[in-house]
């Protein structure tokens, strides 16, 4: 029944997939199976535009300030974010990918491609698995 519900909300998933996603997202329940989030992802995060405290116009010139390479990745050529954001991040590259809100899904080794390579654009280099650092926790 989850994996049905998962093809309904995301139709490009294919039915394997949504199997197996739909067997790493829930877990056994009373009365079948429930939904597994992590709790982090139950709540918004801290800037949002419906607070007084963080606006639009802060949240524009926030994203103004950035000056690392930025490459904006969507979905959909004609999403009215993307024009907001262009706006405050004229610096950035704008990589659209065929898909909807979700490109990992969507579109996943599309999406790795554009990362990779704004990666390497960016300067950064793959690391190796035994190169990598631990951050701290």
């Given at each position: 029944?989850?994996?049905?519900?998962?093809?309904?909300?995301?139709?490009?998933?294919?039915?394997?997939?949504?199997?197996?996603?739909?067997?790493?997202?829930?877990?056994?329940?009373?009365?079948?199976?429930?939904?597994?989030?992590?709790?982090?992802?139950?709540?918004?995060?801290?800037?949002?535009?419906?607070?007084?405290?963080?606006?639009?116009a802060h949240y524009h010139t926030l994203l103004s300030k950035i000056?690392?390479?930025?490459?904006?990745?969507?979905?959909?050529?004609?999403?009215?974010?993307?024009?907001?954001?262009?706006?405050?991040?004229?610096?950035?590259?704008?990589?659209?990918?065929?898909?909807?809100?979700?490109?990992?899904?969507?579109?996943?080794?599309?999406?790795?491609?554009?990362?990779?390579?704004?990666?390497?654009?960016?300067?950064?280099?793959?690391?190796?698995?035994?190169?990598?650092?631990?951050?701290?926790?």
């Amino acid at each position: 029944a989850a994996a049905q519900r998962l093809l309904q909300a995301m139709p490009s998933l294919s039915p394997e997939r949504s199997l197996d996603i739909a067997e790493r997202l829930t877990q056994p329940c009373e009365n079948g199976v429930c939904w597994r989030w992590d709790a982090a992802l139950l709540t918004r995060s801290d800037i949002t535009y419906d607070t007084l405290a963080f606006t639009p116009a802060h949240y524009h010139t926030l994203l103004s300030k950035i000056t690392a390479p930025t490459t904006l990745i969507y979905g959909q050529a004609d999403n009215p974010n993307l024009v907001q954001l262009q706006a405050s991040l004229p610096s950035a590259t704008v990589e659209i990918v065929h898909g909807g809100h979700n490109l990992h899904i969507d579109a996943p080794a599309a999406l790795a491609d554009v990362i990779a390579q704004s990666a390497s654009q960016a300067g950064c280099t793959p690391q190796k698995e035994n190169e990598r650092k631990s951050l701290p926790v």
